[in-house]
């Protein structure tokens, strides 16, 4: 049975308990596929156990670089991604913990840890001893008979240290360890603060006839959260996308609408105890600064480098190419929602908080489509079975849902995925509905990684988290179409870690390639041929009418101008922050970015799709100068399902191609070259310019 601890009862605990002796980190778990055991993990156990790792992982560095004998591959290539195996597996419970199931006492553990994992960190690519090794079987690499697995290995681990600042001298490499720190601080406090700002706001309706135009599942929705927020009798809406976007587009109440979005913009911005101004202007000075120090102009280009892209002015000038037409496309579209405005009466101007509504409108008038009319065959448990079915026909696999493994929260799901053959694969575990103690936004990760020890292959334990549509009393979780794809887009994450296949533990996957197999999935979301196998009405379990999936079809490039422009304006708005080649300490975080979406005529009905206060991807993750990647692996993708339209959705020949060439070798070679294997040819940029709906004929 598992156990869920709330602060009080972890620190009641902890005065009855050894965090050393009781700690399940410090033994075998005992548990099927080695999972973690969450009903025996308390808070109080990560800190002691982050330390033993750390001082473990310390030990099997020295005894890597004293070693007598020459350094070879084997001696210290494999030995150090074979170490610290220990702290990763900590490490990785603690920072999906951090994401999925938050707390005030897990944030404050976390601000500890950080310092701790940073000075760890340097301290392995800064050993010179270590990195003396590393150079040495680097500089021999011509002469040694590698795989091209082991020879990929060598060269991005080489690289990795000298961008880490193995090559500085002792000056530099204090200063660099002093900006690593501050920068893992500032970033937690960003993401901290966000979450908050979000979890602070409700829009509280007490009147009935504030909800006028709202579907009754929204109503009831609403319902649930306020009897969630201990507000029976009222309803309550969050600047969660899934309570916020169904307002905004049916509410008739222009006021609330504009309550709610501004609510929506302003996190982070508010000049409180939790304005993000000052800690985003100090991100970018000291990323900045560490970029300068090891010899790059920007971070940008620091971070552009290694990826597919290769520079900056590559990643400009592509997403010039894309502004354009889309920028066209999204006025067209604000002039056609302004004609409705100025029909029915309206004095006003479309603003950024109509167009859900009027887009909305839009849509069901040009095709009878109706958001409300299409959830009701998206019911998530059907989804997750579309999901399974399409998985089944392209690369054999089974997913069989185990009640006998230990979650961190009851709402989680767990599966062990298995080959046709019944040959385990992984465990998969899904936790779908947004609650305070989770960030917002769907991302996949993992509490373990795949690898090879002792030449058999150890299973990894992939996540999804999500914040969908919760269930209500009266109704199951129904997902809007965009939630749908989403499922699908973190599940294609899920499977490149589910099928990986290398040898390795460190993966190299250039950021703006990282998202091929996610958005590769969510093209056959919703493919005829796999939606009428899984659509089906929660209620009557009647398929989703041929004619829906018509209009569905037909509206497919609707609103793209839209969604396109405001993650657009988003990527540039990233590279502008990480373009800067030296600090600015007296920056202006307003102005800038109003004077960035200024230079590119971003029109104000739209607002980038994350400001700068609340950009969690690239000032509390990882996407900094890379939000971007989506749109260039949409290059990938479009061009990749290309192949299966070419053949067959299901084919399972080109499936087994796409297997084998991108998501077994995923990170473990060049992905380039993989995909060049997989397709015949570098990815052309046509099938994603007409996808969006960007082309002239179009």
């Known amino acids: 049975m598992l156990t869920i601890m709330t602060s009080q009862s972890v620190e009641a605990a902890g005065r009855e308990s050894d965090p050393v002796k009781d700690n399940p980190f410090f033994s075998a778990y005992g548990t099927a596929f080695n999972t973690p055991p969450f009903d025996r993990i308390r808070n109080e156990h990560f800190l002691p156990a982050i330390e033993e790792g750390i001082r473990r992982h310390d030990a099997e560095i020295e005894a890597i670089v004293s070693r007598p004998a020459s350094p070879t591959f084997a001696n210290t290539l494999a030995a150090l991604d074979a170490s610290g195996l220990f702290l990763a597996e900590v490490s990785a419970v603690f920072g999906a913990m951090q994401g999925a199931n938050t707390s005030p006492e897990l944030q404050g553990l976390a601000r500890e840890a950080s310092p701790l994992m940073t000075a760890h960190n340097d301290n392995i690519r800064l050993n010179a001893r270590l990195f003396a090794r590393v150079q040495a079987v680097y500089n021999r690499r011509e002469k040694l008979t590698l795989s091209p697995e082991e020879r990929f290995f060598l060269e991005n681990t080489y690289r990795d240290f000298v961008r880490g600042g193995a090559l500085l001298?002792?000056?530099?490499?204090?200063?660099?360890?002093?900006?690593?720190?501050?920068?893992?601080?500032?970033?937690?406090?960003?993401?901290?603060?966000?979450?908050?700002?979000?979890?602070?706001?409700k829009l509280v309706i007490e009147s009935q006839e504030d909800l006028d135009g709202l579907p009754p599942a929204v109503v009831e929705m609403a319902a649930e959260t306020a009897r969630r927020a201990n507000l029976p009798g009222k309803w309550v809406f969050t600047v969660q996308v899934p309570s916020m976007t169904p307002f905004l587009q049916y509410s008739t109440r222009r006021d609330l609408r504009e309550k709610l979005h501004r609510a929506y913009c302003i996190r982070g911005d508010q000049g409180n105890d939790r304005d993000n101004k000052a800690i985003l202007r100090q991100i970018v000075n000291l990323r900045c600064e560490r970029a300068n120090l090891l010899g790059y102009p920007s971070h940008a280009a620091f971070v552009v480098e290694i990826n597919m892209a290769g520079t900056p002015a590559v990643v400009d000038s592509f997403l010039s190419r894309l502004w354009t037409p889309a920028l066209a496309r999204a006025k067209g579209e604000a002039a056609e929602m302004q004609a409705i405005i100025d029909r029915e009466g309206g004095t006003f101007k479309l603003a950024s908080w109509d167009w859900w509504y009027y887009a909305e409108k839009l849509r069901q008038e040009k095709y009878a489509l109706d958001d409300a009319a299409l959830r009701p065959y998206f019911k998530l448990e059907n989804v997750r079975q579309?999901?399974?079915?399409?998985?089944?026909?392209?690369?054999?696999?089974?997913?069989?849902?185990?009640?006998?493994?230990?979650?961190?929260?009851?709402?989680?799901?767990?599966?062990?995925?298995?080959?046709?053959?019944?040959?385990?694969?992984?465990?998969?575990?899904?936790?779908?509905?947004?609650?305070?103690?989770?960030?917002?936004?769907?991302?996949?990760?993992?509490?373990?990684?795949?690898?090879?020890?002792?030449?058999?292959?150890?299973?990894?334990?992939?996540?999804?988290?999500?914040?969908?549509?919760?269930?209500?009393?009266?109704?199951?979780?129904?997902?809007?179409?965009?939630?749908?794809?989403?499922?699908?887009?973190?599940?294609?994450?899920?499977?490149?870690?589910?099928?990986?296949?290398?040898?390795?533990?460190?993966?190299?996957?250039?950021?703006?390639?990282?998202?091929?197999?996610?958005?590769?999935?969510?093209?056959?979301?919703?493919?005829?041929?796999?939606?009428t196998t899984y659509a089906t009405h929660y209620q009557t379990g009647a398929a989703i009418p041929t004619a829906l999936v018509e209009k569905i079809r037909d509206s497919k490039l609707f609103n793209q101008g839209f969604a396109t422009v405001e993650y657009l304006a988003a990527s540039i708005l990233d590279m502008a922050w990480h373009e800067m080649r030296e600090s600015r300490p007296e920056l202006d975080v307003d102005q800038f970015e109003a004077r960035s979406m200024a230079g590119i005529n971003l029109i104000q009905e739209i607002v980038p799709r994350y400001r700068s206060t609340y950009f969690n991807h690239i000032f509390s993750g990882g996407y900094s100068a890379g939000y971007y990647v989506y749109i260039w692996a949409e290059q990938l993708d479009a061009d990749a399902f290309e192949a299966f339209k070419e053949k067959g959705l299901f084919d399972k020949a080109t499936a087994r191609s796409f297997r084998q060439n991108i998501l077994e070798k995923y990170g473990a070679l060049d992905l380039m070259t993989q995909y060049k294997v997989f397709r015949g040819a570098e990815p052309k940029i046509e099938p994603l310019l007409k996808r969006r709906g960007l082309t002239a004929q179009q």
């Not at 720190?181 to 706001?201: H, I, K, P, Q």
């Open 169 to 201: 001298d002792e000056k530099g490499k204090a200063r660099l360890r002093d900006l690593n720190r501050e920068l893992a601080l500032l970033s937690l406090r960003f993401g901290d603060n966000v979450l908050a700002e979000t979890n602070d706001f």
């Open 386 to 531: 579309g999901i399974f079915t399409l998985c089944a026909r392209l690369y054999g696999l089974e997913f069989v849902e185990r009640h006998d493994i230990s979650v961190y929260n009851p709402e989680v799901q767990v599966f062990e995925v298995r080959e046709g053959d019944g040959r385990h694969v992984g465990m998969l575990y899904m936790d779908f509905f947004p609650r305070p103690g989770k960030r917002g936004g769907a991302w996949s990760g993992a509490f373990r990684r795949e690898y090879y020890a002792g030449g058999k292959r150890v299973a990894p334990l992939s996540t999804i988290t999500c914040n969908f549509t919760r269930p209500t009393a009266d109704a199951p979780s129904l997902l809007s179409v965009d939630e749908v794809q989403t499922f699908f887009h973190e599940f294609g994450h899920s499977l490149a870690t589910l099928l990986a296949n290398g040898n390795y533990r460190d993966r190299f996957v250039p950021r703006d390639g990282v998202e091929l197999p996610s958005q590769i999935m969510e093209n056959w979301a919703l493919e005829p041929e796999l939606l």
